[in-house]
């Protein structure tokens, strides 16, 4: 039996990496995870003009890190949502320099609701981090976090405190 059309789901993700500040297209090493199984489904060192090309099954949470030299990392977390027929992404990387006053987001450091036991799904992006500190003895570390807003802001902020401890 043939599949209809409507089943077809394909999702082109483009993207190219640029200086925050600068604008000037960068050269970088780009992973792109599929977070519910922890697998690697793209790694390379992408052109600063082609940038990166890559098809995404949808219906699936995916992880994005990107890395250069005197840089902080970049990553973000996206789903690519399960609609049918063909569908284009495309995104611009910007990375930061590695300075005083420079701020990175964590997005793929995951916790269950209520909880401050970190998910194995956290490991990748938490080894990056170390990997940083490892490169770059001397940068100090201001770590926040957040929760949703069901609860009281005072056990609220304690759920925040006890998921920075496990990120630390």
Known sequence: EKKK???FHLVLFRG??????TREKLSAKVDIVDNEKGVS???ANVDPELGFVLSLP???NYGIAVERDGYLFYSDNFVVEKKSGYREYDKIV????????????LKNVFFDFDKSDLKKESVVELNR???LINQYPD???????HTDSYGTDEYN???????????K
Not at 94 to 105: A, D, H, N, P, R
Not at 139 to 145: H, I, N, P, T, V
């Open 94 to 105: 910007e990375l930061e320099k590695v300075q005083v006053g420079s701020v990175m987001t």
């Open 16 to 21: 190219i990496v640029v200086d925050k500040i």
């Open 139 to 145: 940068l100090r570390f201001q770590l926040e976090g």
């Open 157 to 167: 902020q304690a759920l925040s405190e006890r998921r920075v401890n496990a990120v």
């Open 5 to 7: 059309f409507k089943d």
């Open 129 to 131: 981090v170390v990997k």
């Open 58 to 60: 949808a219906g699936k």
């Open 41 to 43: 489904i793209f790694s």
